[in-house]
Protein backbone atom coordinates (compact mmCIF):
# COMPACT_ATOMS: atom_id res chain seq x y z
CA UNK A 1 0.00 0.00 0.00
CA UNK A 2 1.06 3.93 -0.79
CA UNK A 3 0.88 5.81 2.63
CA UNK A 4 1.14 9.20 3.12
CA UNK A 5 2.78 9.88 6.34
CA UNK A 6 1.46 13.49 7.27
CA UNK A 7 3.52 14.74 10.93
CA UNK A 8 2.29 17.74 12.60
CA UNK A 9 4.12 19.32 15.94
CA UNK A 10 2.95 17.31 18.05
CA UNK A 11 5.55 16.23 20.36
CA UNK A 12 4.80 12.68 19.71
CA UNK A 13 6.45 13.21 16.27
CA UNK A 14 9.61 12.24 17.67
CA UNK A 15 7.83 8.94 17.01
CA UNK A 16 7.47 9.03 13.89
CA UNK A 17 10.90 7.67 12.68
CA UNK A 18 10.06 4.22 14.18
CA UNK A 19 6.28 4.26 12.46
CA UNK A 20 7.97 4.76 9.05
CA UNK A 21 10.34 1.95 10.01
CA UNK A 22 7.55 -0.42 11.26
CA UNK A 23 5.19 0.67 8.18
CA UNK A 24 8.00 0.04 5.58
CA UNK A 25 8.59 -3.40 7.47
CA UNK A 26 5.26 -4.41 6.63
CA UNK A 27 5.77 -3.78 3.30
CA UNK A 28 4.39 -0.74 2.60
CA UNK A 29 5.69 2.79 0.89
CA UNK A 30 6.03 5.37 2.83
CA UNK A 31 6.49 9.31 1.50
CA UNK A 32 6.08 11.74 4.51
CA UNK A 33 4.87 15.10 4.49
CA UNK A 34 5.33 17.60 7.44
CA UNK A 35 4.72 20.99 8.83
CA UNK A 36 7.31 23.56 9.66
CA UNK A 37 6.14 22.77 13.12
CA UNK A 38 7.09 19.06 13.22
CA UNK A 39 10.23 19.53 11.71
CA UNK A 40 11.31 21.48 15.02
CA UNK A 41 10.22 17.83 17.25
CA UNK A 42 11.50 15.30 14.87
CA UNK A 43 14.84 15.46 12.39
CA UNK A 44 13.88 16.05 9.13
CA UNK A 45 17.34 13.63 8.07
CA UNK A 46 16.04 10.79 9.96
CA UNK A 47 12.36 10.61 8.73
CA UNK A 48 14.57 10.96 4.95
CA UNK A 49 16.78 8.26 6.02
CA UNK A 50 14.26 5.54 7.70
CA UNK A 51 11.63 6.67 4.65
CA UNK A 52 14.19 6.94 1.62
CA UNK A 53 12.58 9.52 0.32
CA UNK A 54 12.51 13.03 0.68
CA UNK A 55 10.61 15.32 3.37
CA UNK A 56 8.07 17.48 2.22
CA UNK A 57 7.08 20.84 3.48
CA UNK A 58 7.21 23.79 1.44
CA UNK A 59 4.28 24.69 -0.77
CA UNK A 60 6.67 27.01 -3.12
CA UNK A 61 10.42 24.93 -2.95
CA UNK A 62 12.37 25.48 -6.14
CA UNK A 63 10.58 23.07 -8.41
CA UNK A 64 12.63 19.83 -9.28
CA UNK A 65 10.17 18.78 -11.89
CA UNK A 66 7.56 20.18 -13.81
CA UNK A 67 3.82 19.70 -12.42
CA UNK A 68 2.40 20.79 -9.06
CA UNK A 69 4.33 18.87 -5.99
CA UNK A 70 1.17 19.48 -3.54
CA UNK A 71 -1.48 17.89 -6.03
CA UNK A 72 0.81 15.24 -7.31
CA UNK A 73 1.69 13.52 -3.97
CA UNK A 74 -2.33 14.38 -3.06
CA UNK A 75 -2.90 11.32 -6.71
CA UNK A 76 -0.35 9.59 -5.17
CA UNK A 77 -1.13 7.34 -1.64
CA UNK A 78 -3.85 4.70 -1.50
CA UNK A 79 -4.25 6.17 2.06
CA UNK A 80 -2.60 9.14 4.03
CA UNK A 81 -2.26 9.05 7.74
CA UNK A 82 -1.59 12.36 10.17
CA UNK A 83 0.24 10.85 12.79
CA UNK A 84 0.56 13.15 15.22
CA UNK A 85 -2.44 15.20 14.28
CA UNK A 86 -2.49 18.10 16.63
CA UNK A 87 -5.36 20.25 17.76
CA UNK A 88 -4.28 23.13 14.98
CA UNK A 89 -4.07 20.64 11.99
CA UNK A 90 -7.52 18.59 12.75
CA UNK A 91 -9.08 22.00 13.51
CA UNK A 92 -7.76 22.95 9.46
CA UNK A 93 -8.39 20.01 8.18
CA UNK A 94 -12.24 20.37 9.53
CA UNK A 95 -12.16 24.11 8.35
CA UNK A 96 -10.76 23.11 4.92
CA UNK A 97 -8.01 25.22 5.45
CA UNK A 98 -4.71 24.77 3.15
CA UNK A 99 -2.40 27.31 4.20
CA UNK A 100 1.15 24.88 4.42
CA UNK A 101 1.94 22.42 2.55
CA UNK A 102 0.24 19.09 4.64
CA UNK A 103 -2.94 20.90 4.77
CA UNK A 104 -2.61 21.89 0.88
CA UNK A 105 -2.30 18.33 0.12
CA UNK A 106 -4.96 16.94 2.24
CA UNK A 107 -7.76 18.99 0.72
CA UNK A 108 -6.36 17.70 -2.65
CA UNK A 109 -5.97 14.35 -1.62
CA UNK A 110 -9.00 11.69 -2.87
CA UNK A 111 -7.23 9.00 -0.57
CA UNK A 112 -9.09 7.60 2.63
CA UNK A 113 -8.04 9.65 6.00
CA UNK A 114 -6.77 8.79 9.09
CA UNK A 115 -5.39 10.79 12.23
CA UNK A 116 -4.19 9.42 15.11
CA UNK A 117 -4.83 12.56 17.31
CA UNK A 118 -1.85 13.83 19.78
CA UNK A 119 -1.97 16.44 22.58
CA UNK A 120 -2.39 17.70 26.31
CA UNK A 121 -6.09 16.62 27.76
CA UNK A 122 -7.51 19.46 27.88
CA UNK A 123 -6.58 20.41 24.05
CA UNK A 124 -7.93 17.07 23.12
CA UNK A 125 -11.34 17.85 25.85
CA UNK A 126 -11.80 21.42 24.52
CA UNK A 127 -14.93 21.53 22.62
CA UNK A 128 -13.39 23.11 19.66
CA UNK A 129 -11.46 19.98 19.25
CA UNK A 130 -13.92 17.38 20.01
CA UNK A 131 -16.46 19.32 17.54
CA UNK A 132 -13.92 19.18 14.64
CA UNK A 133 -13.22 15.56 15.30
CA UNK A 134 -16.94 15.07 14.91
CA UNK A 135 -17.16 16.48 12.03
CA UNK A 136 -13.95 15.07 10.48
CA UNK A 137 -15.34 11.60 11.28
CA UNK A 138 -18.48 12.56 9.71
CA UNK A 139 -16.38 13.18 6.71
CA UNK A 140 -15.28 9.58 6.68
CA UNK A 141 -11.56 10.31 8.28
CA UNK A 142 -10.83 7.71 10.74
CA UNK A 143 -9.38 7.97 14.25
CA UNK A 144 -7.11 6.22 15.93
CA UNK A 145 -6.66 6.70 19.85
CA UNK A 146 -5.63 9.04 21.25
CA UNK A 147 -5.08 6.48 24.53
CA UNK A 148 -4.80 7.68 27.90
CA UNK A 149 -1.67 7.90 30.32
CA UNK A 150 1.22 9.66 30.69
CA UNK A 151 2.06 13.33 28.59
CA UNK A 152 5.11 15.17 27.88
CA UNK A 153 3.68 18.12 29.47
CA UNK A 154 3.34 15.98 32.84
CA UNK A 155 0.23 15.03 33.33
CA UNK A 156 -1.48 12.35 32.87
CA UNK A 157 -5.27 11.82 30.87
CA UNK A 158 -6.42 11.03 27.29
CA UNK A 159 -4.65 12.48 24.86
CA UNK A 160 -1.44 10.55 23.93
CA UNK A 161 -0.71 9.17 20.30
CA UNK A 162 -1.43 5.60 20.15
CA UNK A 163 2.32 3.74 19.79
CA UNK A 164 3.46 3.57 16.29
CA UNK A 165 3.06 -0.21 16.57
CA UNK A 166 -0.51 0.00 17.63
CA UNK A 167 -1.24 2.30 14.03
CA UNK A 168 0.22 -0.34 11.87
CA UNK A 169 -1.74 -3.11 13.46
CA UNK A 170 -5.31 -1.09 13.07
CA UNK A 171 -4.30 -0.34 9.51
CA UNK A 172 -3.41 -3.70 8.42
CA UNK A 173 -6.26 -5.11 9.93
CA UNK A 174 -8.88 -2.22 8.44
CA UNK A 175 -6.89 -3.09 5.22
CA UNK A 176 -6.59 -6.40 5.24
CA UNK A 177 -9.97 -7.66 6.17
CA UNK A 178 -12.74 -9.18 4.51
CA UNK A 179 -14.70 -6.90 2.28
CA UNK A 180 -17.92 -9.73 1.92
CA UNK A 181 -20.00 -6.81 -0.14
CA UNK A 182 -16.94 -6.45 -2.98
CA UNK A 183 -18.80 -6.54 -5.98
CA UNK A 184 -22.67 -5.96 -4.44
CA UNK A 185 -24.81 -2.85 -5.15
CA UNK A 186 -26.44 -1.57 -2.03
CA UNK A 187 -29.22 1.84 -2.39
CA UNK A 188 -29.60 3.36 1.17
CA UNK A 189 -32.19 5.69 2.33
CA UNK A 190 -31.38 8.09 5.42
CA UNK A 191 -32.84 11.70 6.13
CA UNK A 192 -35.42 13.34 6.95
CA UNK A 193 -38.11 14.18 4.46
CA UNK A 194 -39.98 17.54 4.20
CA UNK A 195 -43.88 17.74 2.85
CA UNK A 196 -43.81 21.46 2.03
CA UNK A 197 -47.26 23.21 3.02
CA UNK A 198 -46.13 26.36 0.74
CA UNK A 199 -42.91 27.29 -0.29
CA UNK A 200 -41.61 28.33 3.19
CA UNK A 201 -43.56 25.69 5.63
CA UNK A 202 -43.05 22.03 6.31
CA UNK A 203 -43.77 19.38 8.07
CA UNK A 204 -40.85 16.89 8.98
CA UNK A 205 -39.36 15.01 11.95
CA UNK A 206 -36.09 14.60 13.61
CA UNK A 207 -34.63 12.34 11.74
CA UNK A 208 -30.50 13.47 11.52
CA UNK A 209 -29.65 10.62 8.59
CA UNK A 210 -26.86 9.73 10.66
CA UNK A 211 -28.12 5.80 10.92
CA UNK A 212 -27.90 5.36 7.28
CA UNK A 213 -25.18 7.81 6.30
CA UNK A 214 -23.28 5.13 8.80
CA UNK A 215 -24.55 2.44 7.13
CA UNK A 216 -23.63 4.27 3.74
CA UNK A 217 -20.09 4.28 5.12
CA UNK A 218 -19.99 0.92 6.51
CA UNK A 219 -21.10 -0.72 3.37
CA UNK A 220 -18.69 1.21 0.97
CA UNK A 221 -15.95 -0.13 3.39
CA UNK A 222 -17.05 -3.97 2.76
CA UNK A 223 -16.45 -2.98 -0.84
CA UNK A 224 -20.23 -2.39 -1.72
CA UNK A 225 -20.90 0.26 -4.44
CA UNK A 226 -23.24 2.36 -2.45
CA UNK A 227 -26.21 5.24 -3.79
CA UNK A 228 -27.59 7.07 -0.85
CA UNK A 229 -31.09 8.45 -1.73
CA UNK A 230 -31.48 11.40 1.07
CA UNK A 231 -33.84 13.88 2.25
CA UNK A 232 -32.66 16.42 4.75
CA UNK A 233 -29.06 15.20 6.76
CA UNK A 234 -27.13 16.87 9.66
CA UNK A 235 -24.08 15.06 8.45
CA UNK A 236 -22.21 14.93 5.15
CA UNK A 237 -22.30 11.96 2.74
CA UNK A 238 -19.19 9.98 2.92
CA UNK A 239 -17.22 9.95 0.45
CA UNK A 240 -16.78 7.57 -2.14
CA UNK A 241 -21.04 6.92 -2.31
CA UNK A 242 -23.29 8.13 -5.15
CA UNK A 243 -26.11 10.71 -3.49
CA UNK A 244 -29.15 11.21 -5.14
CA UNK A 245 -31.39 14.00 -2.97
CA UNK A 246 -34.61 13.88 -2.50
CA UNK A 247 -36.80 16.46 -0.46
CA UNK A 248 -40.24 15.05 0.01
CA UNK A 249 -41.79 11.68 0.08
CA UNK A 250 -43.03 11.22 -3.19
CA UNK A 251 -39.28 12.13 -4.78
CA UNK A 252 -37.69 10.12 -2.43
CA UNK A 253 -40.33 7.19 -3.97
CA UNK A 254 -39.24 7.97 -7.22
CA UNK A 255 -35.43 7.95 -6.45
CA UNK A 256 -35.77 4.34 -4.83
CA UNK A 257 -37.89 2.99 -7.76
CA UNK A 258 -35.64 4.51 -10.30
CA UNK A 259 -32.50 2.74 -8.56
CA UNK A 260 -33.76 -0.75 -7.10
CA UNK A 261 -33.07 -2.39 -10.16
CA UNK A 262 -29.74 -1.51 -10.33
CA UNK A 263 -29.51 -2.56 -6.40
CA UNK A 264 -28.56 -6.11 -4.52
CA UNK A 265 -29.91 -4.63 -1.43
CA UNK A 266 -31.78 -1.98 -0.35
CA UNK A 267 -31.85 -0.87 3.12
CA UNK A 268 -34.57 1.96 4.37
CA UNK A 269 -33.73 4.28 6.86
CA UNK A 270 -34.78 7.30 5.70
CA UNK A 271 -37.58 8.60 7.93
CA UNK A 272 -39.91 9.30 5.08
CA UNK A 273 -43.09 11.57 5.97
CA UNK A 274 -46.71 9.43 6.44
CA UNK A 275 -49.21 12.14 5.07
CA UNK A 276 -48.53 15.35 2.72
CA UNK A 277 -50.31 18.28 2.06
CA UNK A 278 -52.93 17.57 0.20
CA UNK A 279 -53.17 20.87 -1.90
CA UNK A 280 -49.53 22.49 -1.41
CA UNK A 281 -49.78 26.11 -2.05
CA UNK A 282 -47.31 27.49 -4.73
CA UNK A 283 -46.86 30.92 -3.26
CA UNK A 284 -46.51 31.81 0.66
CA UNK A 285 -49.30 31.25 2.81
CA UNK A 286 -50.07 34.66 4.01
CA UNK A 287 -51.26 34.67 7.79
CA UNK A 288 -53.29 37.85 7.26
CA UNK A 289 -55.40 35.56 4.99
CA UNK A 290 -55.60 32.24 7.16
CA UNK A 291 -56.66 34.27 9.97
CA UNK A 292 -56.09 32.62 13.99
CA UNK A 293 -56.65 29.14 13.07
CA UNK A 294 -55.07 26.75 10.50
CA UNK A 295 -56.92 23.73 9.15
CA UNK A 296 -54.71 21.38 7.27
CA UNK A 297 -56.31 18.37 4.62
CA UNK A 298 -53.09 15.26 4.60
CA UNK A 299 -53.12 12.35 2.62
CA UNK A 300 -50.76 9.38 3.20
CA UNK A 301 -47.85 9.00 1.29
CA UNK A 302 -47.18 6.14 -1.02
CA UNK A 303 -45.42 2.87 1.25
CA UNK A 304 -42.64 2.36 -0.43
CA UNK A 305 -41.18 -0.50 1.06
CA UNK A 306 -44.49 -2.38 1.31
CA UNK A 307 -44.57 -1.59 -2.49
CA UNK A 308 -41.47 -2.91 -3.25
CA UNK A 309 -42.36 -6.05 -1.62
CA UNK A 310 -45.13 -6.60 -3.36
CA UNK A 311 -45.96 -10.20 -5.03
CA UNK A 312 -44.10 -10.44 -8.32
CA UNK A 313 -41.08 -8.45 -7.09
CA UNK A 314 -39.67 -11.77 -5.82
CA UNK A 315 -36.20 -11.38 -3.99
CA UNK A 316 -33.19 -11.76 -6.10
CA UNK A 317 -31.47 -15.22 -6.10
CA UNK A 318 -31.09 -17.86 -8.10
CA UNK A 319 -34.40 -19.13 -10.11
CA UNK A 320 -36.29 -16.35 -10.14
CA UNK A 321 -37.95 -15.22 -13.35
CA UNK A 322 -36.59 -12.21 -15.19
CA UNK A 323 -38.59 -9.35 -14.13
CA UNK A 324 -39.29 -10.68 -11.35
CA UNK A 325 -35.99 -9.27 -9.76
CA UNK A 326 -36.22 -7.37 -6.69
CA UNK A 327 -32.94 -6.23 -4.24
CA UNK A 328 -33.03 -7.71 -0.74
CA UNK A 329 -35.27 -5.69 1.65
CA UNK A 330 -34.46 -4.40 5.05
CA UNK A 331 -36.71 -1.71 6.76
CA UNK A 332 -36.24 0.28 9.72
CA UNK A 333 -38.42 1.12 12.40
CA UNK A 334 -38.66 3.24 15.39
CA UNK A 335 -40.73 2.05 18.00
CA UNK A 336 -41.60 3.69 21.29
CA UNK A 337 -42.18 0.38 23.33
CA UNK A 338 -40.72 2.00 26.60
CA UNK A 339 -37.57 0.37 26.92
CA UNK A 340 -39.77 -3.26 27.19
CA UNK A 341 -37.68 -5.36 24.80
CA UNK A 342 -40.61 -8.03 24.11
CA UNK A 343 -42.53 -5.19 23.27
CA UNK A 344 -40.20 -4.08 20.36
CA UNK A 345 -39.76 -7.45 18.98
CA UNK A 346 -43.61 -7.75 18.43
CA UNK A 347 -43.92 -4.31 17.42
CA UNK A 348 -41.22 -5.40 14.79
CA UNK A 349 -42.94 -8.51 13.81
CA UNK A 350 -46.60 -7.03 13.11
CA UNK A 351 -44.16 -4.26 11.09
CA UNK A 352 -42.25 -7.01 9.48
CA UNK A 353 -45.36 -8.66 7.91
CA UNK A 354 -46.98 -5.91 7.24
CA UNK A 355 -43.82 -5.00 5.33
CA UNK A 356 -43.33 -7.98 3.73
CA UNK A 357 -39.42 -6.96 3.61
CA UNK A 358 -36.97 -9.72 4.35
CA UNK A 359 -35.73 -8.13 7.49
CA UNK A 360 -36.16 -5.47 9.85
CA UNK A 361 -34.52 -3.63 12.52
CA UNK A 362 -36.70 -2.16 14.93
CA UNK A 363 -35.30 0.57 17.85
CA UNK A 364 -36.83 1.70 20.97
CA UNK A 365 -36.85 5.92 20.46
CA UNK A 366 -37.78 5.89 24.03
CA UNK A 367 -35.01 4.88 25.52
CA UNK A 368 -31.87 7.35 25.76
CA UNK A 369 -28.85 6.98 23.26
CA UNK A 370 -31.33 4.97 20.71
CA UNK A 371 -33.28 7.47 18.59
CA UNK A 372 -33.30 9.98 16.31
CA UNK A 373 -30.81 12.58 17.08
CA UNK A 374 -28.57 10.43 19.15
CA UNK A 375 -25.04 9.59 18.39
CA UNK A 376 -25.58 5.53 19.48
CA UNK A 377 -28.56 3.19 18.57
CA UNK A 378 -29.65 -0.28 19.80
CA UNK A 379 -32.57 -2.86 18.59
CA UNK A 380 -33.23 -5.56 17.55
CA UNK A 381 -32.68 -7.04 14.19
CA UNK A 382 -35.60 -9.93 12.79
CA UNK A 383 -35.46 -11.61 9.97
CA UNK A 384 -38.33 -12.79 7.80
CA UNK A 385 -37.49 -16.65 8.64
CA UNK A 386 -38.03 -15.52 12.48
CA UNK A 387 -34.48 -15.18 13.26
CA UNK A 388 -33.79 -12.40 15.48
CA UNK A 389 -30.49 -10.74 16.42
CA UNK A 390 -29.84 -8.19 19.48
CA UNK A 391 -27.48 -5.43 18.36
CA UNK A 392 -26.42 -4.16 21.60
CA UNK A 393 -25.92 -0.08 22.01
CA UNK A 394 -22.61 0.95 20.11
CA UNK A 395 -21.95 4.31 17.99
CA UNK A 396 -24.00 4.36 15.05
CA UNK A 397 -21.01 3.52 12.49
CA UNK A 398 -20.72 -0.14 15.43
CA UNK A 399 -24.57 -0.65 14.94
CA UNK A 400 -24.38 -0.07 11.06
CA UNK A 401 -20.89 -2.51 10.94
CA UNK A 402 -23.42 -5.20 12.90
CA UNK A 403 -26.19 -4.82 10.90
CA UNK A 404 -24.13 -5.45 7.90
CA UNK A 405 -22.64 -8.33 8.39
CA UNK A 406 -25.80 -10.10 9.87
CA UNK A 407 -27.50 -9.19 7.04
CA UNK A 408 -24.84 -10.55 4.22
CA UNK A 409 -24.28 -13.60 7.00
CA UNK A 410 -28.03 -14.49 6.46
CA UNK A 411 -29.29 -12.95 2.88
CA UNK A 412 -26.35 -12.63 0.64
CA UNK A 413 -24.35 -15.62 0.75
C1 LIG B 1 7.35 21.34 22.74
C2 LIG B 1 5.98 21.46 22.13
C3 LIG B 1 5.16 20.37 22.09
C4 LIG B 1 3.88 20.46 21.55
N1 LIG B 1 3.09 19.35 21.52
C5 LIG B 1 1.86 19.43 20.99
C6 LIG B 1 1.04 18.27 20.92
O1 LIG B 1 1.41 17.18 21.35
N2 LIG B 1 -0.17 18.37 20.34
C7 LIG B 1 -0.63 19.56 19.84
O2 LIG B 1 -1.76 19.60 19.32
N3 LIG B 1 0.13 20.68 19.91
C8 LIG B 1 1.34 20.64 20.45
N4 LIG B 1 2.14 21.76 20.50
C9 LIG B 1 1.60 23.00 19.95
C10 LIG B 1 1.70 22.99 18.45
O3 LIG B 1 3.04 22.81 18.05
C11 LIG B 1 1.14 24.30 17.90
O4 LIG B 1 -0.26 24.35 18.13
C12 LIG B 1 1.45 24.46 16.45
O5 LIG B 1 0.83 25.64 15.99
C13 LIG B 1 0.97 23.29 15.62
O6 LIG B 1 1.32 23.49 14.28
P1 LIG B 1 1.07 22.43 13.15
O7 LIG B 1 -0.27 21.83 13.41
O8 LIG B 1 1.09 23.24 11.89
O9 LIG B 1 2.18 21.45 13.17
C14 LIG B 1 3.43 21.70 21.04
C15 LIG B 1 4.26 22.80 21.08
C16 LIG B 1 5.53 22.69 21.63
C17 LIG B 1 6.40 23.91 21.69
Same mark, same amino acid.
Given at each position: MKILLGISGGIAAYKTPELVRLLKKAGHQVRVACTRNALELVSRIALETVSGEPVLFETFSPRTHPGVEHIDLAGWPDVVVIAPATANVIAKLAGGLADDFLTTVLLATPAPVWIAPGMNTHMWEHPATLENVRRLTGRGVRVI??????????????????????????????????? &??? +? #?????? /?? =?? @? $????? *?????? &??? +? #?????? /?? =?? @? $????? *???????????????????????????????????????????????????????????????????????????????????????????????????????????????????????????????????????????????????????NQGVLLFADGCVVWVPQGTKDQVAVSLLESVVASLLR
Amino acid at each position: MKILLGISGGIAAYKTPELVRLLKKAGHQVRVACTRNALELVSRIALETVSGEPVLFETFSPRTHPGVEHIDLAGWPDVVVIAPATANVIAKLAGGLADDFLTTVLLATPAPVWIAPGMNTHMWEHPATLENVRRLTGRGVRVIGPDSGELACGTSGPGRMSEPSVIVRILEEHFTRPR &PLA +G #RRVLIT /AG =AT @R $EHLDP *VRFISN &PST +G #RMGVAL /AR =AA @R $ELGAE *VTLVHGHLEVPVPDGVVAVPAVSAMELHRAVFEWKDRADLLIMTAAVGDYMSASPAAEKMKKEALGATLTLQLVRTPDILAELSQPGNAPSGPGNRPGERRPILVGFAAETAGGDESRLLELARQKLSRKGCDALFANDVSLTGAGFAAETNQGVLLFADGCVVWVPQGTKDQVAVSLLESVVASLLR
